[in-house]
């Protein structure tokens, strides 16, 4: 069949072209891709090209097509999963397979989120890194892959129990936590996980040097809903702080915190956080430097005496996954905090290409109309004279300026996808 997609040639070669997709063999699943969400590690692809560790060394004659944040609806089932599978049902998708550096997005010419349809082959539907789901959205589940990587980071983290060598995993029930560098995508992520995780704590604490990112991180999760959840939730902008240290050790009335994470990768924000950890804290860096150089000073002193620890994490489990899509279908969080643009499948490559240089978070894209990139906040200018912007600024107004499902639905009906 003839499809439309996304693909990658080379270094900063990536095109949206038509090519022919063959019929699936039998322990093959083909699907319809309905939104991909466009993640950062796919720009570092392109700008890598065959250099990069997942691409294939044949990639200019064999071309892999993008996108690895996709959700859709399965078409056709080879003989080897009817049993497991059934068109007609939503499908999600863990990009990273176990035991193989092969993974949509990257390595498959014909399994990618950046196309119209594509085919799961034989070894990710054999490691379980496929499944169905039963949410009323599609882009619940493309965002689920940057949720699940936020919800590795709470699981990862460990505290100690004094007097025997067991480490307790996860977050501390009742402590602390600071969020340094997380008033956009993936902090807000963290914030809406930390209301919602079974070790819930006291307090977090969510740091940005931008008025306007925390002036919208107020909006789509505030303060009122946290307490609702039980947490106390703060904000503050470190840039307009005189002292830094004192004036968030003073949030927690001197204890420290029990849970840091860096959620941006300079190396001042690391050293801020480490001076700030509570006996037994645990710092995680989980924004990934790309300098392999990158470094900190961090204070052994406490390591030793407070049992600091420090860690980082980066991608997550299946379970992970699994646990990002079912909390979000039944409302427990809110990915579409990180959401903050709209777009078609034309507008992926330019947008791939030039991630870094485009402010707000996740860039969402659905595969199946064309649709420029455009950011929540502009569609009600935009609606003063296309009946369809004003209609989506009307339905995310509804959600605090979300993206939601009611939205998602409009854009279905408007282009019949």
Request: glycine residues 10%; charged residues 25%; hydrophobic residues 35%.
């Given at each position: ?60 004659d ?59 082959p ?39 129990v ?24 993936m ?25 306007d ?21 703060h ?22 915190y ?42 052994l ?35 579409a ?42 569609f ?32 279905f ?5």
């Amino acid at each position: 069949m003839q499809v439309k997609g996304v693909r990658l040639y080379g270094v900063d070669d990536i095109r949206l072209e038509e090519f022919e997709l063959p019929e699936i063999k039998d322990d093959e699943i083909l699907v319809k891709v309905i939104s991909d969400s466009i993640c950062m590690s796919t720009w570092k692809t392109v700008k890598q090209g065959a250099n990069h560790k997942r691409v294939p060394n044949d990639v200019a004659d064999h071309p892999i097509l993008v996108g690895h944040e996709f959700a859709g609806d399965i078409v056709k089932v080879g003989k080897k999963w009817k049993d497991q599978f059934k068109p007609g049902q939503k499908f999600a998708q863990q990009p990273a397979i176990p035991g193989q550096m092969e993974s949509p997005g990257y390595s498959y010419q014909y399994c990618g989120g950046a196309a119209t349809y594509c085919i799961f082959p034989n070894d990710i539907i054999e490691k379980g890194c496929v499944w169905t789901f039963e949410g009323d959205s599609y882009f619940d589940a493309s965002v689920a892959e940057p949720m699940c990587c936020v919800i590795s980071g709470y699981h990862t983290n460990y505290h100690t129990v004094p007097g025997n060598y067991e480490h307790v995993m996860g977050t501390k029930e009742g402590g602390n936590i600071l969020i340094l560098g997380g008033c956009g995508p993936m902090g807000l992520g963290a914030v809406s996980y930390a209301l919602a995780f079974e070790n819930k704590p006291k307090r977090v604490v969510v740091t940005d040097i931008s008025d306007d990112r925390v002036e919208r991180a107020k909006q789509v999760i505030s303060i009122e809903d946290a307490k609702a959840a039980g947490v106390e939730l703060h904000y503050v902008n470190t840039a307009a702080m005189d002292d830094q240290e004192k004036e968030l050790m003073d949030i927690t009335e001197g204890h420290g915190y029990d849970d840091v994470f860096v959620y941006v990768p300079i190396t001042g924000v690391a050293e801020l956080g480490n001076k700030l950890l509570a006996y037994d804290g645990c710092m995680n860096l989980f924004a990934g430097p790309t300098d392999p150089k990158f470094s900190a000073n961090m204070n052994l002193y406490d390591c030793h005496y407070s049992r600091t620890k420090i860690l980082g994490s980066t991608g997550g489990t299946i379970d992970d996954m699994k646990e990002a899509i079912n909390k979000a279908a039944s409302k427990e969080i809110k990915p579409a905090v990180m959401i903050t643009h709209i777009g078609g499948i034309d507008a992926v490559a330019e947008t791939t290409k030039n991630l870094p240089d485009i402010p707000g978070g996740k860039k969402l894209t659905y595969m199946q109309f064309d649709m420029p990139l455009t950011a929540i906040a502009d569609f009600r200018k935009l609606g003063e004279t296309d009946p369809l912007y004003a209609k989506l600024a009307d339905a995310c107004d509804k959600h605090n300026g979300l993206w939601n499902v009611e939205a998602e639905k409009i854009l279905f009906e408007h282009f019949g996808a």
